[in-house]
């Protein structure tokens, strides 16, 4: 909500909530929604009156919370590992778009990386920035495992730096494993041991393939961090339980109680 938040501010979207009232109330639609698994979107929109392209002059700032029942986003096999392709679409450069701001309009990169990637047979899109690094997939963070090393990119490699990325990082420290934040070229990212993707739909998701670049099927890491991401996101890791916020039992003074 923070992001959300702080995102909107930048095309002058002024949310006139205040941050707890906006998780009171995705607690209160999901409570309201019998939904055992679902993907939660806030969006902010400008209202109506004009086609201006200043319309934070014209128009009030709009608010919706909307739930989509989701499993596993790539659906079957996710777990097995997804298949990536390069795209030749390249990442937007931050100096044309702030690319840690999640706004509807950035997705259209997205969309075009993401229909070439499935029309050619793959399951997503990784992204290059205008400079030729490896930036992310079309909505998710890239990590790459090498000798036991973790590295990941940051806002300086043009992404937008999630916050499944963050939390990973967290489990990481408590799981002893180094994380380098450093640029990530096409090489590193060939001569991995493994790949994988954070993101708020995919969780943690390995990498079969990029391209012809095939990973070995022996994931020690990639699937020690699943485990512990799994535990902390259902509660089960007392030192996170702070990242969790229960839904079905929470009145609303116990919703503030938790956060
Ligand atoms: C372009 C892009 N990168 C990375 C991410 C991962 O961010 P998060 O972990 O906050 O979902 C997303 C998800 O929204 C995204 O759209």
Redesign the pocket.
């Known amino acids: 909500m923070e992001r959300f938040v702080r995102s909107a501010g930048v095309y002058s979207l002024d949310i006139p909530y205040g941050l707890d009232e906006l998780c009171d109330v995705v607690v209160e639609t999901l409570a309201a929604n019998d939904l055992e698994s679902a993907y939660i979107r806030p969006l902010a929109f400008f209202g109506e009156k004009t086609i201006s392209l200043a319309p934070s002059l014209h128009c009030p700032t709009h608010v919706l919370i909307a739930l989509r029942a989701l499993g596993d986003y790539f659906g079957e096999g996710q777990a097995a590992g997804i298949r990536t392709t390069i795209s030749p679409w390249r990442k937007f450069s931050s100096k044309a778009l702030p690319s840690t701001v999640?706004a509807c309009g950035h997705y259209a990169n997205?969309v075009l990386a993401m229909q070439d990637a499935v029309a050619r047979g793959f399951d997503e899109a990784i992204l290059l920035n205008d400079r030729g690094e490896v930036a992310?997939?079309?909505?998710?963070?890239v990590f790459v495992v090498k000798d036991g090393n973790l590295r990941t990119n940051d806002r300086s490699a043009d992404?937008?730096q999630?916050?499944?990325?963050a939390s990973v990082i967290d489990l990481c420290a408590q799981l002893d494993l180094p994380v380098e934040v450093s640029s990530i070229e096409l090489d590193d990212l060939y001569a991995a041991d493994e790949v994988f993707f954070?993101?708020?739909a995919v969780e943690v998701t390995p990498i079969a393939c990029v391209d012809e670049h095939v990973f070995a099927l022996d994931r020690p890491i990639v699937s020690r961090i699943r485990a512990a991401y799994q535990k902390a996101t259902m509660g089960d890791d007392p030192r996170h339980r702070d990242w969790v916020t229960f839904v079905r039992e929470a009145s609303k003074g116990a919703v503030a109680d938790l956060r």
Do not use: A
């Open positions: 999640k997205s992310e997939g079309t909505g998710e963070n992404v937008l999630g916050i499944t990325r954070t993101g708020t």
